[in-house]
């Protein structure tokens, strides 16, 4: 689907980037000039590009089949994200996880970028055990929503977020968004990917994670890797902090994200 929409925009090479990872690596040329002798350039994102072009792909109208619409869980239907004003992309990576928004009409360039320092791996290896395989306590879930909720109030560029009624788009995998429907018995999306969802519908996903073992997350998540399903309870909690510091009660689910930004902006694509 990410190569039929990249093909549809326009997208003639898929292109190599490093984010986060890469930007804190004592030595990323061991990663970048072995891809670079087999002919593949990597192109290191900083923190705001990394941002911006979450919301460019966000914002980016999808290819999708004809009336296929995203609905939210209470029936009406939703257009959607070619208009980004009054979003906020967070895109949830594992080290970093970046919230973008454009709070003044510029557009996707002019972007307002809050790179909060943690994501789903980091914050594993804070709060998390050896024990991670078997359920998890969840008093180790809400202190990493705590912590997540802390860091964003500590940005100091994430203050200006704060108390516009943004909607946030949460940058989620199919596997992610099945298990979503499927604890909160809701049906699943028809059109794929997208729709909005409640604040408690994730917090039940993540508790429902924490609840079972690592045989029971990989069930639920069917199609996610194995060596995240584990650490996917430590990022779900983090996105409730995230929610929560913004004061959101919903959400959207968000496909495209930095893979298709970063495609159309490589090839040229942007005006």
């Known amino acids: 689907a990410f190569l039929q929409q990249a093909k549809f925009l326009g997208v003639e090479t898929l ?26 350039v990597t192109t290191v994102l900083g923190e705001e590009d990394e941002g911006r072009l979450n919301l460019l792909g966000a ?14 869980h209470s029936g009406a239907p939703q257009g959607r994200l070619a208009v980004s004003l009054g979003l906020i992309v967070l895109d949830p990576g594992g080290d970093s996880s970046e919230c973008c928004a454009d709070l003044t009409g510029e557009g996707w360039r002019g972007a307002r970028v809050a790179s909060l320092p943690f994501g789903s791996v980091s914050l594993q290896e804070r709060f998390g055990s050896a024990a991670d395989n078997d359920p998890i306590p969840w008093a180790a879930l809400e202190a ?9 109030h500590a940005h100091p ?22 298990a979503l429907e499927q604890v909160n018995s809701l049906p699943a999306a028809a059109h794929g990917q997208g729709g909005t969802y409640a604040y408690a519908h994730l ?22 890797p194995l060596g995240k399903v584990d ?32 495609a159309l902006y490589l090839n040229g694509q942007t005006n």
């Open 157 to 178: 560029q994430f203050a200006a977020f704060c108390g516009r009624d943004l909607m946030p788009a949460i940058r989620m995998n199919l596997p992610i968004q099945r």
């Open 144 to 152: 990493t929503l705590d912590a997540a909720k802390a860091a964003a």
């Open 203 to 224: 917090q039940a996903l993540t508790q429902a994670m924490a609840a079972t073992a690592h045989a029971g997350r990989a069930a639920l998540m069917d199609g996610e």
């Open 231 to 262: 650490r996917s309870c430590y990022g779900f909690a983090s996105w409730l902090g995230v929610l929560q510091a913004l004061g959101a009660e919903s959400f959207r689910v968000e496909a495209w994200g930095i893979k298709l930004g970063a």
């Open 15 to 40: 292109p190599a980037y490093g984010t986060s990872a890469v930007r804190k690596a004592r030595n990323p040329e061991a990663l970048i000039a072995p891809l670079q002798a087999m002919g593949i």
């Open 59 to 72: 914002a980016s109208q999808p290819f999708e089949a004809p009336g296929s619409l995203s609905r939210t």
